[in-house]
């Protein structure tokens, strides 16, 4: 095997073992805090389970939030982040039974 196929073999690893080492965990849920942006909160805890819009006027701050069901890494909550313009503003954790 020559170095630039050793090089590359070995970058594909490291890539590959961060990315599963920075999979999203429910657990973290609440950990979340206000002024976190949108990438930072999907990369910590993942896709939101639904989304739903407030406002979406040109020109204006985007008003949106962002709602995850309960899962077994954080049972019985219900976790709502609403954003203003790509920033967490409010969180909301509700017992769901």
Same mark, same amino acid.
């Given at each position: @095997?020559?170095?630039?196929?050793?090089t590359a073999l070995a970058l594909?690893?490291?890539? #590959?073992? #961060?990315?599963?080492? +920075?999979? *999203?965990?429910?657990?973290?849920? !609440?950990? /979340?805090? !206000?002024? @976190?942006?949108?990438?930072?909160?999907?990369?910590?805890?993942?896709? *939101?389970? &639904?989304?739903?819009? &407030?406002?979406?006027? $040109?020109?204006?701050?985007? %008003?949106? #939030?962002? +709602?995850?069901? *309960? &899962?077994?890494?954080? *049972?019985? +909550?219900? +976790? /709502?982040?609403?954003?203003?313009?790509? $920033?967490?503003?409010?969180? %909301? $954790?509700? /017992?769901?039974?």
């Amino acid at each position: @095997m020559d170095f630039k196929k050793f090089t590359a073999l070995a970058l594909l690893s490291l890539a #590959s073992a #961060s990315a599963l080492s +920075t999979k *999203p965990d429910a657990g973290e849920r !609440k950990f /979340i805090r !206000k002024g @976190m942006g949108e990438g930072e909160v999907v990369l910590k805890i993942g896709k *939101p389970d &639904h989304e739903a819009f &407030h406002r979406a006027v $040109r020109g204006q701050p985007e %008003e949106k #939030s962002w +709602t995850y069901f *309960p &899962h077994a890494r954080d *049972p019985q +909550t219900l +976790t /709502i982040i609403r954003f203003h313009a790509g $920033r967490v503003a409010e969180i %909301e $954790r509700k /017992i769901a039974r």
